[in-house]
C-alpha cells in the first residue's frame, strides 16, 4: 500500500505567523495542494502530523475522505510504527512544500530521495544534504524506516529525520532540474507575495490560447482567469455563473414585452459570463480533483442558442408569418455545422456567440436584426467555400 505522510507543523515556527502549509493557493491550502499530489499519485492512505485539530486540519480530511481516501491526523509521530508496515511504500511531503504536480510525479516512479543543487536550495530554506545537494522536501521511502524513529528524541522533525534515516539505508536520491526553482514552480514555505505571482501564473496556465480570430472567446478566457485569481475557494465562486443565467431569465423576460434590442444585449452578457464562469470552473475542478463540468454549465450552453434565436424571430417583421423562423434557424444551423466541420483554426469563430451577440445588438438597436441575422448567414454560407475555413 502507498501511503502519504503530509505535515502541518513547523520546524521554526514564528509567534502570531500564518503557517506554511495553511497558505492559500488558487483557493485551496498548500497542504491540501499536498494531498491532491497524494491522490494523483496513488497513495490509499493519508497520515497528517498535527499538534492540534485545528479547522484547517478538519477541511484537508473532509477533502480525503471525499476522494475515498481514508485520513488520519497524529499528534503522537510514535504512533506511525503501528500504521505502517514494511511492505508499505511512504510519500513524504515536507510542511510548506508546494512541488511542481507534473515533476514530481515524473520523478517519483520509484523508491528515491529528490534533491536539487546545494549552491540553488539552500539559501532559500531547504535541507542540506550534502557538499553538492540539498532535500527537495519529497520523497518515496519503504514503510520499514517509520521503526527506526523510536530510538529518536520525541520532538524530532519527522519528514527531515525519514529523510536522514532513507539517506542511511541507501536510498538513492535524483537531481531535480534546477529551472524548477529558478522559474518558481517549486516553493518550500513560500512567502505571501512569492505565492500571489506563482497562482497568477498557474491559473493562466489554465487559460486556452484563444486568437482574436474568436474575440469574444478570447476576452472571456483572460477575463475569467482574472477573476479566478480572486473569487476560487470563496462564497462568491458562483458569482459569474449566477450572473450568466439572470442575464439570460433578463433576455427571456425583454423577449416578452418585445424588447430584443436590450434582449439581445443581456444575451451577449449572459454568453460572457458563461464563458467567464466556465474558466473558473476549470480551474476550480483541477484544485477538487474533479474533471466533469457542472450540469449548470452544460445547461447555459444549450440555453443561449435558442434564446438568440427567440429573440431574432419575435424582432421579425410580423407578415413573415412562420418565415420568420427561417433566418435565425439558418444561420444558427449554418454555424452550428461550420464549427463541427471546420478547421482548427477557425473553429473558435464559428463557436463565439460572444461576437455574435455584438454583431446583432447593433443593428438590432436600428430595428436592422432580422436583416443582420440573414447577412450573418450568407456569410458563414459564403465561407465553407474556401479552403481555410474547411476541415476537410
Known sequence: MRIALLSTLERDPQAGAPRAAFAGFAGAMVVERQLDLAIRL???????????????????????????????????????????????????????????????????????????????????????????????????????????????????????ALMRLALQSGTPMRQLDRELLQQGQWHLGADRQTLDAREKRWIDAQRRQIAFRAPGVAVAERAGARLARDILGQASEPLPLAAAYLSIMGALGLAAFGHTAFGLALVTLGALFGHMAEVVGRVSSLNRMAKDRSLLNRVLDYLIDPVFILLLIVSAPEPLGFMRAFVPLTLFGLLRLSHRHASEKWRATYGDRILLGCLLTAPAFLGYAHEAAAILALLVLLTRFFAPFRGD
Open 42 to 160: 496513488g497513495c490509499e492512505r493519508i497520515i497528517c502530523l498535527v499538534d492540534s485539530i485545528e479547522r484547517e486540519v478538519l477541511e484537508v480530511q473532509d477533502r480525503a475522505e471525499s476522494a475515498g481516501k481514508k485520513f488520519r491526523a497524529l499528534r503522537n509521530p510514535a504512533r506511525l510504527s503501528g500504521m505502517v508496515t514494511a511492505e508499505d511504500e511512504m510519500l513524504i511531503l515536507a510542511p510548506g512544500l508546494l512541488p511542481d504536480d507534473d515533476a514530481t510525479e515524473k520523478a517519483l516512479e520509484s523508491r528515491e530521495i529528490l534533491a536539487f543543487p546545494a549552491d540553488l536550495a539552500v539559501p532559500l530554506g531547504y535541507e542540506r544534504i550534502d557538499l553538492e545537494l540539498a532535500w527537495s522536501g519529497a520523497m518515496m521511502v519503504p514503510g520499514n524506516l517509520v521503526e527506526r524513529l523510536s530510538g529518536l528524541p520525541a520532538d524530532v522533525d519527522v519528514p527531515s
